[in-house]
C-alpha cells in the first residue's frame, strides 16, 4: 500500500479546535496539505483557518457534533466538493469524567461512550467510501494508550477507547481481507499536554492530571503525519505509553498492583477544585489552546516515537544496542550502585533481556526522572506489604540488575 506525500493530501480531521487535533492541523497545513478541520466550538476552528490561511496554508471548517452521523457525513461530503477528494482522516474528538466508578453516572458513561466511540465510528463510516473513491488512503484513531491499560478514576473513558481499539481492529481486518488499500492506525499518546484536562468533566476537590511523564502535543503529531504518509498499525506517542502496554500485556497482576497504589496520586495536582466541574460533556468549552498548564513538565521529544518513525535510523541503533551490550556486561561488576530516594511519581517500566533493558536505558536517558523496577512477585505480593516488598527504586542512569 503506498500513501501519497502530505503536500498532495486533503486532510480531514475531527476535533481539531484545540489540543492534538489543532497541533496536527498546523502541522499538515505547514507541510503543505490542504485541510478540513472540524469541532463543536467555532470559536476554536475559526482561529485555527485564519492561522493557517496567514500562514500560506489551506484550510476550511465545518462546525459538527461528532455524535451526530449526519453531522460527520456533511463534513465529508464538504471535503470532496470543496478538494475533490480525501486522503487521510483524523478521528480526535474525546471527553472525558474525573471520578471513581460508582460516582460516574449512567448517563455520563453513555456520553462519553457516544463521543469517544461512536464519535470515531460515525467518522470511519463516513470516511471509508470518499477513502475508496480516492483509491487510497488512511484513517487515523486517536486512542490513547488507555485504551490498553485502564486506569482509576477514569473508568467511562478508558472503557470507551478499549471499544475504539476493537472497532479498529476489526476494520482493519475487514479491509485486509477484502484487498481495500485504506490504512487504519491506532496512535496511543501517553499522557500530553493539552487542555483535556482543564475540560474533563471533574467530581474530584483537585485538578486531575495524567501519569507522568507528561509530553508535548508536538509528540502526538510526529506519529500522526507519520502514519498519514505509511501504513502502519500502531504508534505510541512516548516511550511511556508503550512500556505501560507492554506491562500490561506481559505482567497485569503487576500493574493491578502498581496502579492500586500509585494510580490516584498520580491523577491529581494541588490545585483545588472544590465542587468539581462541569467539563465538555454536552457543550464546548472556550478557547483555542493546544498546551496545557503543565508545559515546564511537558517533553517535547520522546526518543522512543523518533525510532519508531524513522525505521531505517532504528535499525542502525539496533546494532549500536547490541555492541553496547557487550560492554555494558563487562562493565557491569565494576560501577557501584547508587543510592537513590524514591519520588511521588514514577515511571512504570518493566525490564526483561539484556537488549530490552539497554533499549530501556536509552529511554530513560530522555525520558523518565526515575524508574521503578517490579519484580516477578505479582502473584505473591498484597497491597499490605509495604512498597519496598514488590518495587524499588533505581537511579535512571544505573544499570538495572536482576529485573
Known amino acids: 500500500m503506498k500513501l501519497k506525500p502530505i503536500r498532495e493530501q486533503v486532510v480531514v480531521i475531527i476535533g481539531a479546535s484545540s489540543g492534538i487535533g489543532r497541533v496536527c492541523a498546523l502541522r499538515f497545513a505547514k507541510k503543505g496539505a490542504a485541510l478540513v478541520v472540524a469541532a463543536r466550538g467555532e470559536e476554536g476552528l475559526s482561529t485555527l483557518v485564519e492561522e493557517i490561511v496567514a500562514a500560506g496554508g489551506e484550510a476550511v471548517y465545518q462546525v459538527c457534533d461528532a455524535t451526530l452521523p449526519e453531522d460527520v457525513a456533511a463534513v465529508a ?21 474525573y471520578a471513581k466508578f460508582w460516582d460516574t453516572t449512567p448517563e455520563e458513561y453513555l456520553r462519553v461512550m457516544e463521543v469517544n466511540y461512536l464519535g470515531q465510528i460515525h467518522g470511519c463510516l463516513s470516511a471509508l467510501p470518499a477513502l475508496r473513491r480516492t483509491g487510497a488512503g488512511a484513517i487515523i484513531a486517536i486512542s490513547p494508550v488507555e485504551s490498553m491499560v485502564s486506569l482509576p478514576l477514569h473508568a467511562a473513558y478508558s472503557a470507551s477507547k478499549h471499544a475504539v481499539e ?23 499518546p501517553a499522557t500530553i499536554n493539552t487542555p483535556f484536562f482543564n475540560n474533563s468533566r471533574k467530581k474530584m476537590d483537585v485538578k486531575p492530571k495524567g501519569p507522568s511523564p507528561i509530553y508535548d502535543p508536538q509528540v502526538v503529531a510526529d506519529c500522526v503525519l507519520y502514519a498519514a504518509e505509511h501504513p502502519v498499525r500502531d504508534l505510541f506517542a512516548g516511550g511511556a505509553a508503550r512500556m505501560m502496554a507492554r506491562a500490561q500485556a506481559t505482567m497485569p497482576g503487576m500493574v493491578d498492583l502498581m496502579l492500586a497504589r500509585a494510580g490516584i496520586p498520580a491523577s491529581r495536582t494541588d490545585v483545588p477544585r472544590p465542587g468539581g466541574k462541569q467539563g465538555n460533556l454536552y457543550e464546548p468549552c472556550a478557547g483555542d ?21 524513522h525505521p531505517k535510523v532504528r535499525l ?48 530513560i536517558e530522555t525520558e523518565i526522572e526515575t524508574v521503578i523496577v517490579l519484580t516477578e512477585r505479582a502473584d505473591d505480593v498484597s497491597l499490605d506489604e509495604p512498597a519496598e516488598a514488590w518495587m524499588a527504586p533505581i537511579h535512571p542512569r544505573q544499570t538495572p540488575v536482576d529485573a
Not at 80 to 89: F, H, L, N, V
Not at 292 to 298: W, Y
Not at 336 to 357: F, K, N, R, Y
Open 289 to 309: 489552546r493546544m498546551n496545557g498548564d503543565f508545559t515546564p513538565k511537558a517533553r517535547r521529544f520522546s526518543a522512543y516515537t523518533w525510532l519508531e518513525t
Open 166 to 188: 476493537g472497532a479498529m481492529d476489526a476494520l482493519r481486518r475487514e479491509l485486509m481481507a477484502d484487498g481495500v488499500p485504506i490504512s487504519v492506525t491506532s496512535v496511543k
Open 77 to 97: 461530503k464538504y471535503a470532496e466538493a470543496r478538494y475533490g477528494r480525501i486522503d487521510t482522516w483524523v478521528n480526535d474528538a474525546a471527553v472525558s469524567v
Open 316 to 363: 542502525l541503533a539496533m546494532g549500536g544496542v547490541v555492541l553496547a551490550g557487550a560492554m555494558l556486561a563487562q562493565r557491569r561488576g565494576e560501577r557501584p550502585a547508587e543510592t537513590v530516594e524514591p519520588v511521588a511519581e514514577p515511571a512504570l517500566l518493566l525490564l526483561s533481556d539484556e537488549t530490552e533493558v539497554l533499549v530501556l536505558e536509552t529511554e
